[in-house]
């Protein structure tokens, strides 16, 4: 049942892919190629930006030893952008759910249908944040490399860090089902939530450079 679950959360998720969501009407094989394509086009510029980012920070950081503040700023990164990416899903799923009188009217545990949710949440927010950390991973191991047991590490890391930005998107998804019951419009909810993700990250970007000037200038 947790399969089942599963699987119709995942089709939800990507229910933009399959379906015109003015017209609700299916879209064409080809119009959902072209959507697909278009959306790993996207992701793959973006996981390339970091690419440089990554480049540009190793070679500073490397020559000081200090690899670790490499993956403290790119890692920082990926956990910003794979809880922003999953906040409103995590909304609509986990506190906004138009399905739950169904599902909890039915024979299956609410410990099932949560978990189902849970790990529709957990994967969208790996998958955003891996546009960063695999560029993070690889810049590393071309510029530095790595043995098995760093890349390892490195890698177990990954894992740590989808927990964490987990963790992150379900306690922001709460926050924003309580500003929504508050305020019933929902772009500007959205809006509210996008400049205050945009403010938190550029105050955290603008310490860390002034950190950096501290410490390097």
């Known amino acids: ?3 089942v679950l599963l699987k119709k959360q995942l089709l939800e998720l990507n229910r933009g892919f ?27 510029m973006i996981s390339f930006a970091f690419v440089g980012i990554g480049s540009l920070l190793i070679d500073s950081f490397h020559l000081v030893d200090m690899d670790w503040m490499y ?46 949710r849970l790990l529709s949440v957990y994967l969208l927010g ?23 047991l760093t890349a ?15 963790a992150i998107s379900v306690a922001l998804g709460y926050i924003v089902a309580v500003v929504s019951s508050k305020i019933h419009s929902k772009t500007f909810v959205s809006v509210l939530c996008t400049l205050l993700f945009l403010f938190v990250y550029y105050f955290a970007y603008f310490k860390m450079n002034e950190c950096l000037y501290n410490n390097f200038g």
Do not use: H
Not at 93 to 116: E, Q, R, V, W
Not at 137 to 144: E, F, P, S
Not at 154 to 165: D, E, K, T
């Open 1 to 3: 049942m947790l399969k």
């Open 18 to 44: 399959l379906q015109n969501k003015k017209t609700g009407e299916l879209r064409s094989k080809k119009s959902t190629i072209v959507m697909v394509l278009s959306f790993l086009v996207l992701f793959g």
């Open 71 to 116: 993956f403290f700023m790119m890692f920082s990164m990926a956990i910003m952008l794979g809880a922003f990416g999953s906040v409103f899903n995590t909304y609509a799923s986990l506190y906004k759910a138009g399905d739950n009188d169904l599902l909890f009217s039915m024979p299956i545990s609410a410990y099932t249908i949560i978990l189902a």
């Open 126 to 148: 790996l998958l955003y944040s891996l546009i960063v950390e695999i560029p993070t991973l690889i810049v590393y191991w071309v510029k530095v490399g790595a043995t098995f």
């Open 152 to 166: 390892l590490g490195q890698v177990l890391c990954v894992g740590i860090i989808s927990l964490f930005v987990l």
